[in-house]
């Protein structure tokens, strides 16, 4: 998938340098209409192609002509767009360079999180967590079939309980996880979780915007927006389940993005394409089996 | 102070990270014979500990020193009891999947503020109550929770002043997006006292102390074992509730070749052991109940018996958890286990970057989950407005709030047949038939000849209606304040009928004493 990105970005690139040698005809004023607006289409994340004849024959055509797909994708490449697929499934799923004006701020997102920095993480962490419970295993990320089911209790239930382990491990080892009052910034990530509410009663029977459900449920909110999750339900929280743009979106952009930032920390989380959902059943087993391995090919990121 | 960086689930090596460690050159060298700043790591841990257990009371003590604050004269009411009593109730009314109600708590308080200021208004009582319950969730803060510095030398024998974060009482989602309270470890400490114990023992030995306690006539004592026993019942059930619920959540997460079905076997015997245990316990006190003379111990008797039953049902409550945790763990291992295997390794969302991020200090996490938030969020179109756009939308008056919701559609009902056996006029007929004076009961022959006069098909609702009485919910009708109620006795007498056989019952009304008093 991302060879393939590239590749279609470099065509996108060099669309007006390298003119095809073999007879083309030259673009139209009308097909470069009809590119701008399948790409008009793909931003807007919700509508997807079987719902729209035009959008759906616009993708087949970006399908089908090499030449009308290569100046829909240099029209996304001018807004600062990059392409992730297109497919009737998908429609044009494109996700916002850095410095796009599509990026979205977190700054914009929540106003607390520009100052604070516990609440940045946490909003982030809602994000981060509600992918991981989404795709539990690596293989449900890479199989397109896979349609992942999250709730808002559920996606702080599941960070609870990663931190309520990390809790006990550190009183087993008789640490002390208490941070110093002159440094809150090197207090552990795991606590300024546990440390916030799950929820709280409020005036007007709404959610507790600070508490995690709060947190979490802002995310899948902005998620639906995004075209990522549709809502199914109500239960525990409210009830999701995942788009073909999120799988993309999380797989191809996020994940690995996550993964350099934290690779960049020293940070080299070793995988062998298993889930690691599971525990390690004693840590000494662990370590034997992967012990000459400390820098086990992490995925492309 | 390091930061700590402990391995998660065995799948992250962190590269050590220590900020602190590396500006440590002054290491104080104890002189001999020189007083050390601390007699050693474990003194100074336990020092530790016992801060934070004295910690937890303070917000308590905090109440007493702040009512002054508060606008009115409040100095009469004891805070500090009211804010024990309800971490109390929270704590007894803690179910499995919810919490306890905020509303009920402060119902409940009530009584008890009423009595340390009986004069005052009721208004002025749930203002307190409110004020105390919000005081323990110490609504006001981000976190809802409390906090306090405490001080420890490090290792290399530097002072380093920590925070303490702690709640007493914590919010809950509860379903259809309710918010219950339950008390937290810290609290439940506070309130009985070295609780951190294993909770298994600690339970074996608050029992059996009950049974001699029992066994000996000390009824007082007994009660307060038996509460204190509920308390355990109550935590234990908390902590299996926390791993069942993982279970649920992924299957891969909890071990269910070894440490979960260890884990079930020997919840469920517990809970049978438990059940017989207080089952016997049970028999026991009312035993004694029954037979006890003095009025004082019947009544701290049958208190007893309320509270082992209310064991039990925490125990069946906890059994039938238990029983259906295996078929959602094969529910999901079909899902998960048996599916194809797969085409290509993806990313591990969970194994490398949330449980990676989790553990390094939050300024350095929030590097990674800003990254991913900048690519994982989506793309928003900003908004572009023409300055004509804007003047139409700024005087667009608001849009009145609906109160009442969307309109209910007309509902489209069917009329459904009446298939009863009696119609209402019978009905009628036969209670007129029925109504008799109490003091004037009637033989259930004569009752249906006279029905059968009026009616051919009505003796058999008579029948039917004195059946019934054989058997009287005196209490349903005593609870529902009932002034009088049918019954029916059998006093061997054979029913002559040529339609019913049976035993011709004496019909009668009787009075009811709640209604008589009343």
Same mark, same amino acid.
């Given at each position: 998938m991302?060879?393939?990105?590239?590749?279609r970005?470099?065509?996108?690139d060099?669309?007006e340098?390298?003119?095809?040698?073999?007879?083309?005809?030259?673009?139209?004023?009308?097909?470069?209409?009809?590119?701008?607006?399948l790409?008009?289409?793909?931003?807007?994340?919700?509508?997807?192609?079987?719902?729209?004849?035009?959008?759906?024959e616009?993708?087949r055509?970006?399908r089908? *002509?090499?030449?009308?797909a290569?100046?829909?994708?240099?029209?996304?490449?001018?807004?600062?767009?990059?392409?992730?697929? @297109?497919?009737?499934?998908? $429609?044009?799923?494109?996700?916002?360079?850095? *410095?796009?004006?599509?990026?979205?701020?977190?700054? *914009?997102?929540?106003?607390?999180?520009?100052?604070?920095?516990?609440?940045?993480?946490?909003?982030?962490?809602?994000?981060?967590a509600?992918?991981?419970?989404?795709f539990?295993?690596?293989? #449900?990320?890479? #199989?397109?079939?896979?349609?992942?089911?999250?709730?808002?209790?559920?996606?702080d239930?599941? @960070?609870?309980?990663?931190?309520?382990?990390l809790?006990?491990?550190? #009183?087993?080892? $008789?640490?002390?996880?208490?941070?110093?009052?002159?440094?809150?910034?090197?207090?552990?990530?795991?606590?300024?979780?546990?440390?916030?509410?799950?929820?709280?009663?409020?005036?007007?029977?709404?959610?507790?915007?600070?508490?995690?459900?709060?947190?979490?449920?802002?995310?899948?909110?902005?998620?639906? #927006?995004?075209?990522?999750?549709?809502?199914?339900?109500?239960?525990?929280?409210g009830?999701?389940?995942?788009?073909?743009?999120?799988?993309?979106?999380?797989?191809?952009?996020? $994940?690995?993005?996550?993964m350099?930032?934290?690779?960049?920390?020293?940070?080299v989380p070793?995988?062998?394409?298993?889930?690691?959902?599971?525990?390690?059943?004693?840590?000494?087993?662990?370590?034997?089996?992967?012990?000459?391995?400390?820098?086990?090919?992490?995925?492309s990121? | 102070?390091?930061?700590?960086?402990?391995?998660?689930w065995?799948?992250?090596?962190t590269?050590?990270?220590?900020? !602190?460690?590396?500006?440590?050159?002054?290491? =104080?060298?104890?002189l001999? +014979?020189?007083?050390? =700043?601390?007699?050693?790591?474990?003194?100074?841990?336990?020092?530790?500990?016992?801060?934070?257990?004295?910690?937890?009371?303070?917000p308590?003590?905090d109440?007493?020193?702040?009512?002054?604050?508060?606008?009115?004269?409040?100095?009469?009411?004891?805070?500090?009891?009211?804010?024990?009593?309800?971490?109390?109730?929270?704590?007894?009314?803690? /179910?499995?999947?919810?919490?306890?109600? !905020?509303?009920q708590?402060v119902?409940?308080?009530?009584p008890r503020v009423?009595?340390?200021? =009986?004069?005052?208004?009721?208004?002025?009582?749930?203002?307190?109550?409110?004020?105390?319950?919000?005081?323990?969730?110490?609504?006001?803060s981000? %976190?809802?929770?409390?906090?306090?510095v405490?001080?420890?030398?490090?290792?290399?024998?530097?002072?380093?002043?920590? %925070?303490?974060?702690?709640?007493?009482i914590?919010?809950?989602?509860?379903?259809?997006g309710?918010v219950?309270?339950?008390?937290?470890?810290?609290?439940?400490?506070?309130?009985?006292g070295?609780?951190?114990?294993?909770?298994?023992?600690?339970?074996?030995?608050?029992?059996?102390?009950?049974?001699?306690?029992?066994?000996?006539?000390?009824? &007082?004592?007994?009660q307060?074992?038996?509460?204190? &026993?509920r308390?355990?019942?109550?935590?234990?059930?908390?902590?299996?509730?926390?791993?069942?619920?993982?279970?649920?959540?992924?299957?891969?997460?909890?071990?269910?070749?070894?440490?979960v079905?260890?884990?079930?076997?020997?919840?469920?015997?517990?809970?049978?052991?438990?059940?017989?245990?207080?089952?016997?316990?049970?028999?026991?006190i009312?035993k004694?109940?029954d037979?006890?003379?003095?009025?004082?111990?019947?009544?701290r008797?049958?208190?007893?018996?309320?509270i082992?039953k /209310?064991?039990i049902?925490?125990?069946?409550?906890?059994?039938?958890?238990?029983?259906?945790?295996g078929?959602?763990?094969?529910?999901?291992?079909?899902?998960?286990?048996?599916?194809?295997?797969?085409?290509?390794?993806g990313?591990?969302?969970y194994?490398?970057?949330v449980?990676?991020?989790? =553990?390094?200090?939050?300024?350095?996490?929030?590097?990674v989950?800003d990254?991913?938030?900048?690519? +994982?969020?989506?793309?928003?179109?900003?908004?572009?407005?023409?300055?004509?756009?804007?003047?139409d939308?700024?005087?667009?008056?608001?849009?009145?709030?609906?109160?009442?919701?969307?309109?209910?559609?007309?509902?489209?009902?069917v009329?459904?047949?009446?298939?009863?056996?009696?119609?209402?006029?019978?009905?009628?007929?036969?209670?007129?038939?029925?109504?008799?004076?109490?003091?004037?009961?009637?033989?259930?022959?004569?009752?249906l000849?006279?029905?059968?006069?009026?009616?051919?098909?009505?003796?058999?609702?008579?029948?039917?209606?004195a059946?019934?009485?054989?058997?009287?919910?005196? +209490?349903?009708?005593?609870r529902q304040?009932?002034?009088?109620?049918?019954?029916?006795?059998?006093?061997?007498?054979?029913?002559?009928?040529?339609?019913f056989?049976?035993?011709?019952?004496?019909? +009668?009304t009787?009075?009811?004493?709640?209604?008589?008093?009343?």
């Amino acid at each position: 998938m991302t060879e393939e990105r590239e590749e279609r970005q470099e065509r996108a690139d060099g669309a007006e340098l390298r003119e095809p040698a073999a007879p083309r005809p030259a673009p139209t004023a009308g097909d470069v209409a009809d590119a701008a607006r399948l790409v008009g289409f793909g931003l807007q994340p919700r509508l997807l192609p079987a719902r729209d004849a035009e959008y759906a024959e616009l993708i087949r055509r970006h399908r089908e *002509d090499p030449g009308f797909a290569r100046l829909a994708d240099a029209v996304a490449a001018g807004l600062g767009l990059i392409v992730l697929e @297109v497919s009737p499934r998908a $429609g044009m799923a494109v996700a916002a360079a850095e *410095d796009s004006v599509f990026a979205v701020r977190m700054g *914009d997102y929540a106003r607390r999180a520009a100052s604070d920095t516990g609440d940045r993480f946490l909003h982030g962490l809602a994000h981060l967590a509600a992918a991981a419970l989404a795709f539990p295993r690596p293989e #449900d990320l890479a #199989d397109d079939g896979y349609i992942g089911r999250i709730t808002v209790h559920g996606v702080d239930a599941f @960070v609870r309980q990663a931190c309520r382990r990390l809790e006990e491990r550190a #009183d087993e080892a $008789g640490e002390n996880t208490d941070p110093a009052s002159d440094a809150p910034g090197l207090e552990a990530a795991w606590r300024v979780y546990v440390r916030r509410s799950a929820t709280g009663a409020t005036k007007d029977a709404r959610r507790l915007a600070s508490s995690t459900t709060g947190i979490i449920g802002k995310a899948v909110a902005f998620l639906v #927006d995004s075209g990522f999750l549709q809502r199914t339900g109500d239960e525990h929280g409210g009830t999701y389940r995942t788009t073909a743009r999120y799988q993309l979106q999380v797989r191809d952009m996020a $994940g690995g993005a996550a993964m350099a930032e934290l690779l960049d920390l020293g940070v080299v989380p070793v995988s062998d394409g298993s889930a690691s959902l599971a525990p390690a059943a004693a840590d000494d087993d662990f370590l034997a089996a992967d012990a000459g391995l400390p820098f086990h090919a992490a995925p492309s990121s | 102070m390091s930061v700590p960086a402990p391995r998660v689930w065995g799948v992250t090596t962190t590269v050590p990270s220590a900020p !602190h460690a590396a500006h440590a050159p002054h290491v =104080p060298h104890a002189l001999p +014979g020189a007083p050390r =700043p601390a007699p050693g790591p474990a003194a100074d841990e336990g020092l530790a500990r016992r801060l934070k257990a004295l910690a937890c009371t303070a917000p308590l003590h905090d109440l007493d020193a702040r009512k002054a604050n508060l606008a009115g004269e409040y100095s009469v009411y004891a805070m500090a009891e009211i804010a024990l009593a309800a971490i109390d109730l929270v704590t007894l009314n803690m /179910d499995f999947d919810t919490g306890a109600d !905020h509303d009920q708590i402060v119902a409940r308080l009530l009584p008890r503020v009423a009595a340390q200021a =009986p004069d005052r208004t009721h208004a002025e009582h749930e203002r307190v109550a409110r004020w105390v319950l919000e005081n323990l969730i110490n609504v006001g803060s981000a %976190d809802r929770g409390f906090r306090a510095v405490y001080g420890t030398f490090g290792a290399d024998g530097h002072y380093v002043r920590r %925070d303490y974060d702690f709640k007493l009482i914590e919010e809950v989602p509860g379903p259809g997006g309710s918010v219950y309270l339950r008390t937290t470890d810290e609290a439940v400490n506070v309130l009985v006292g070295a609780l951190d114990t294993d909770v298994t023992s600690a339970q074996i030995a608050a029992e059996v102390k009950l049974e001699v306690l029992i066994s000996r006539g000390r009824l &007082a004592d007994a009660q307060l074992a038996a509460e204190q &026993a509920r308390y355990r019942t109550v935590q234990y059930a908390e902590t299996l509730r926390r791993t069942l619920e993982a279970t649920r959540r992924n299957v891969r997460a909890v071990d269910w070749l070894r440490q979960v079905p260890d884990m079930i076997a020997e919840a469920l015997d517990h809970v049978a052991d438990r059940y017989r245990h207080e089952n016997a316990i049970l028999t026991n006190i009312r035993k004694a109940r029954d037979e006890a003379e003095d009025p004082e111990h019947k009544r701290r008797a049958a208190e007893l018996v309320d509270i082992v039953k /209310d064991c039990i049902r925490r125990h069946t409550q906890l059994q039938s958890r238990l029983l259906e945790a295996g078929p959602l763990f094969r529910a999901e291992q079909d899902r998960q286990a048996f599916a194809a295997p797969p085409a290509r390794a993806g990313l591990d969302l969970y194994g490398q970057l949330v449980a990676p991020v989790l =553990p390094l200090p939050v300024e350095r996490a929030a590097r990674v989950t800003d990254a991913y938030f900048a690519r +994982g969020t989506g793309l928003r179109t900003p908004a572009a407005v023409r300055v004509g756009d804007l003047v139409d939308l700024l005087l667009t008056p608001p849009v009145e709030r609906e109160h009442l919701g969307a309109e209910m559609p007309e509902p489209d009902l069917v009329a459904t047949p009446d298939d009863s056996r009696f119609s209402d006029e019978q009905l009628e007929s036969a209670l007129e038939l029925l109504d008799l004076p109490a003091d004037a009961p009637r033989r259930l022959s004569g009752l249906l000849a006279e029905a059968r006069r009026r009616d051919p098909d009505l003796p058999y609702l008579v029948a039917l209606l004195a059946v019934h009485a054989a058997s009287p919910p005196v +209490g349903t009708a005593h609870r529902q304040g009932e002034p009088q109620l049918l019954f029916a006795v059998d006093d061997g007498t054979q029913l002559d009928d040529p339609e019913f056989g049976g035993a011709d019952l004496i019909v +009668g009304t009787a009075r009811l004493a709640a209604a008589v008093a009343s």
